[in-house]
């Protein structure tokens, strides 16, 4: 199995950026499908990106593309979000997640391992 932690999450102003990383340890990390989730107070968990084994293919929610980029440095088992134009809705709890098994990368019940997550929070 692998192991997450998240970090990087802080406050930000409205249109500021932020960069948030996942640290992988254990298996070894380029056999993931790795992702970037969220949950806002109150909200479901969503989807925010996703990053294929080799980094080659990302996916996008509508919500942050654009504004966002995902990437990943397999040799430093580390996997990033880079944040920009920040808005107060972007306000949530981010969680990184590995995908062990090819499926649907939106999919929460497609991952297999989480982290703890980070909080990010905009103010206006």
């Known amino acids: 199995q692998v192991q997450l932690a ?10 500021g950026s932020l960069r948030v990383s996942c640290a992988a340890s254990g298996r070894p990390f380029s056999i993931y499908t790795m992702g970037w989730f969220r949950q806002a107070l109150g909200k479901e968990r969503e989807f925010v990106a ?16 654009g504004r966002f980029t995902i ?9 990033y979000l880079q944040m920009n134009n920040l808005r107060p809705e972007d306000t949530a ?3 990184c997640a590995a995908q062990l098994y090819l499926g649907p990368t ?3 019940r497609t991952y297999n391992y989480w ?3 980070t909080q990010v929070t905009v103010s206006s």
């Open 6 to 15: 998240e970090s990087g999450g802080g406050l930000v102003q409205a249109g």
């Open 71 to 79: 990437s990943r440095d397999n040799a430093k088992n580390t996997m």
């Open 93 to 95: 709890v981010y969680y």
């Open 50 to 65: 996703s990053i294929s084994q080799n980094g080659a293919t990302t996916n996008y929610a509508d919500s942050i593309k």
């Open 115 to 117: 982290g703890q997550g």
């Open 106 to 108: 939106t999919a929460i």
